[in-house]
């Protein structure tokens, strides 16, 4: 059993950065790709960035391509999402989830954080 806590989030204005970490415990981070993911208000959760267990490969939604980047210190069992260039449609609760396939499917993924709210002002 993984158990994942995101923190970082906060409200920032367009065009500001933040970066989102989640830390694992109670399983052994370098076993699992990771994913993050989001959630706007009214919305699915959407797919934003996932890593694979040695760091060396990820893959990002065409929305944040560019702007967000996904990173991991497996000595740290912590998972990273860097932002920057936000945008107000980049507003959501943001989930990482942790995964022993490697894919961009919610489904795939077993266990999930809490999640932290991104609010970015225009």
């Known amino acids: 059993q993984v158990q994942l806590v995101e923190s970082g989030g906060g409200l920032v204005q367009a065009g500001g950065s933040l970066r989102l970490s989640c830390a694992a415990s109670?399983?052994?981070?370098?076993?699992?790709?990771m994913g993050w993911f989001r959630q706007a208000p009214g919305k699915e959760r959407e797919f934003v960035a996932t890593?694979?267990?040695?760091?060396?490969?990820?893959t990002y939604a065409d929305s944040v391509k560019g702007r967000f980047t996904v990173s991991r210190d497996n000595a740290k069992s912590t998972l990273y999402l860097q932002m920057n260039s936000l945008k107000p449609e980049d507003t959501a609760v943001y989930y990482c989830?942790?995964?022993?396939?490697?894919?961009?499917?919610?489904?795939?993924?077993?266990?999930w954080g809490q999640g932290t709210q991104v609010t970015v002002s225009s």
């Open positions: 989830a942790a995964t022993r396939t490697s894919s961009t499917r919610d489904a795939r993924y077993a266990y």
């Open positions: 890593i694979s267990w040695t760091g060396d490969s990820a």
């Open positions: 109670g399983g052994t981070f370098s076993y699992f790709n």
